[in-house]
């Protein structure tokens, strides 16, 4: 183990990974890739990239719910085949189940893995208190903000205790303050469990906050065209933002970002 | 608001409508003297008919046939619908041939019915299949494919199989609208029925109502025509009354 945390043992390895698609008109849409990456086990990274750089394609192929069209995506050393055991995630949309209330929700995926009874209660009773759900455990979602119907499903997610937690944009329909609040909360669940995390994300400042290490992607197709190493001690929160250290991560993933945007936007207006 | 009144509120005004659309036509009768009898006499004719066994023979004959077709007609519709819902390959070669049959008259296939199934009852449930199964189908299958990829994707990701997806995400996701498609298809499985009792059997309503035309007794088929009515929206309450309760 490193001073960090982290070991050297790759929890995902990506090679030459390339995702296409047939759209329905027959034409061919090269949506990702080729993309390297490895990330190491225990570590925290962050992806940021243009809209529709192939972002949430990467997280689908690693949870084994597409097969990349090309490349090889390993996760342990093994190719991944199917949906992988250990492996949470959490959609960008909201995948909250309307016609549960918010605990059984979060019990779903325990109870169909049989867990027991006590087991589920106390995990859910945690997972409630975590994300300040407590008020709302018997409410549907339909009775919920989408920011707190959001919060459901990554407790949904975390209560299965995943090694790998894949989070595409989760916070993105909270406020700021509870966006800090949520960072926060996963950073400190991500020291407690030393899982892996790789968080999607729209917000620079919530990629240079959290993360060890931040991928920057480019325009469609996404490959991987900077990775920058922030540095934090594992033991960190929001209040890194006072660091003199921050404003420089900041420009350095802004800077490569920038001029992917533009690209991006020039392209889809020619 | 209580639970009670909130589901009252729900299926309140329908009835309310249907005794106003009553009163208002009374009122006509009374305005405008006409032969036609009125709700108050149609009402007068039914409480008559509702002393005597025969008519509650042929009520039960009615009910019996409509409560066979629309358990044939969801089960069967139901599960063509959750099969070709989830599978393109069936709903390319089945959609298509099922669509096809909604739109043939079942009455054109009296004959085929009656060879079939001879007189009795069991043309008359073969009439309320025919008119209930392809609604039923065709909504469910609609149902289905509508449900959100998202959840499927998450039970996915949670490692729920094939079949626990189906019975734990696809049939909860489904259910509160399921019961607004069996409220059109109870429907019209009791309008086949009716209708086969009209022309293949030698009891129930139909029979009666398709009697009391042949005869020129208006007031009688008024009468069964109201009872009818009343069953139907009485059906049509306690589903609506659980569709309500189903949704969040
Ligand atoms: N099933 C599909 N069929 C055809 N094209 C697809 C499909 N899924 C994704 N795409 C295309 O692939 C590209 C990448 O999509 P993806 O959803 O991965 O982008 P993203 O980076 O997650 O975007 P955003 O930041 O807006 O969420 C997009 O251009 C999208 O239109
Ligand atoms: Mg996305």
Redesign the pocket.
């Given at each position: 183990m490193t001073e960090n945390g982290q070991t050297d043992v790759p929890c995902v390895e990506l090679r030459q990974v390339e995702q296409r698609?047939t759209?329905r008109k027959g034409g061919n849409?090269h949506?990702?890739g080729p993309l390297d990456l490895t990330l190491r086990r225990g570590e925290f990274l962050s992806i940021v990239?243009p809209?529709?750089?192939?972002?949430?394609?990467?997280l689908d192929i690693l949870s084994g719910l597409a097969r990349p069209a090309a490349g090889q995506a390993l996760l342990n050393g093994q190719p991944i085949r199917g949906v992988p055991d250990g492996v949470g995630i959490v959609f960008?949309e909201d995948a909250s189940f309307g016609w549960l209330t918010v605990e059984n929700n979060i019990a779903f995926g325990l109870k169909r893995r049989g867990l027991a009874r006590d087991d589920i209660a106390a995990r859910v009773e945690h997972a409630l208190d975590f994300m300040g759900l407590r008020r709302f455990r018997t409410s549907y979602p339909s009775q919920l903000s989408g920011g707190m119907r959001q919060r459901v499903c990554i407790a949904r997610t975390l209560v299965m205790r995943p090694s790998l937690i894949l989070l595409d944009?989760p916070f993105g329909a909270l406020d700021q303050q509870t966006r800090l609040l949520m960072g926060d909360e996963l950073l400190r669940l991500w020291r407690e469990t030393n899982a892996t995390i790789l968080l999607i994300t729209?917000s620079l400042d919530e990629a240079v906050m959290l993360s060890d290490r931040i991928g920057v992607m480019s325009a469609?197709p996404?490959r991987l065209i900077k990775l920058v190493e922030t540095g934090w001690p594992r033991e960190r929160d929001s209040t890194v933002v006072s660091s003199p250290h921050y404003g420089d991560l900041l420009s350095e993933i802004w800077a490569p970002l920038r001029a992917e945007s533009n690209h991006h936007m020039a392209a889809n207006n020619a | 608001m209580t639970a009670i009144q909130a589901h009252f509120r729900a299926v309140a005004p329908p009835v309310v409508l249907m005794g106003a659309v009553l009163v208002l036509w009374q009122v006509a009768c009374w305005a405008y003297p006409h032969p036609e009898p009125g709700p108050v006499s149609v009402a007068a004719t039914l409480l008559h008919l509702m002393g005597k066994a025969y008519f509650w023979h042929n009520a039960a004959a009615t009910g019996r046939s409509f409560l066979l077709a629309s358990g044939i007609s969801i089960a069967v519709g139901g599960a063509l619908g959750l099969l070709i819902g989830s599978s393109r390959l069936l709903s390319w070669y089945l959609a298509p041939l099922l669509m096809i049959f909604q739109t043939v008259p079942k009455i054109t296939l009296y004959p085929i019915v009656l060879e079939l199934f001879g007189l009795g009852m069991a043309p008359k449930v073969a009439f309320g299949v025919m008119h209930g199964v392809i609604p039923v189908y065709f909504i469910t299958s609609r149902l289905v494919a509508g449900v959100r990829k998202v959840l499927l994707r998450s039970a996915r990701v949670m490692r729920l199989g094939a079949a626990e997806r189906f019975y734990f995400v696809i049939v909860p996701a489904i259910l509160p609208d399921m019961i607004a498609t069996l409220r059109v298809s109870v429907a019209l499985c009791l309008l086949g029925v009716l209708i086969g009792e009209m022309f293949a059997s030698h009891s129930g309503l139909g029979f009666m109502a398709v009697n009391a035309i042949n005869l020129g007794d208006t007031p009688v088929t008024l009468a069964v025509g109201f009872f009818l009515a009343f069953m139907a929206v009485g059906i049509n309450t306690l589903l609506l009354y659980c569709e309500h309760k189903l949704r969040h």
């Open positions: 698609f759209t849409v949506a990702l990239g809209s529709g750089c192939g972002k949430s394609t990467l960008q944009e729209h469609r996404g | -």
